[in-house]
């Protein structure tokens, strides 16, 4: 092959010991680009959302269903958003396990709760929504992103 022709090899592959498609090709065999697997399976990490309605009675009223609004046995949420919506007059405060504990929102217009920094929900843990001097109807939704114990460590990562 001429000193710095590098095209004469694929030009005339059969003149003077060039290399073949096929010499390529067995280089790159079993060596073929793959999509990458997902780190973290979706059965074990993937978003959930649930929607309700505090249920009122002169205008206040609690929101508390612990087999729904909060992560079972082996998982953890972490909590993204909540969108609450449907009063004109009141205030909607959205507590982390009981309704004397942590207030982790609370609205006196309709709105969404966004946060910056993880809220993450151990198991049986759960989200409870208040409800006082309400006009009109409380409606809520709650998306999280729910992962099994076991990837928890990956999915912090």
Known sequence: ???GERTYATMAPDEGGGVTLEA?????????RKPPKPRIPFPACHPI????QIPLSGGAGTL????????EGSYWWDLRTVSLWGWTAGTV???LNNTTGEQIAQATTPGQFTWGAQILLGP???VIFGATGITGSVNMVLRAIEVETAWLPEYLM
């Open 64 to 71: 508390q269903q612990g087999n729904l609004y909060g992560p």
């Open 49 to 52: 959302w649930l929607s309700g």
């Open 24 to 32: 390529i090709a067995a280089l790159f065999d079993g060596h073929q």
């Open 1 to 3: 092959m001429p000193a």
């Open 93 to 95: 405060t959205v507590y």
């Open 124 to 126: 049986q843990d759960n």
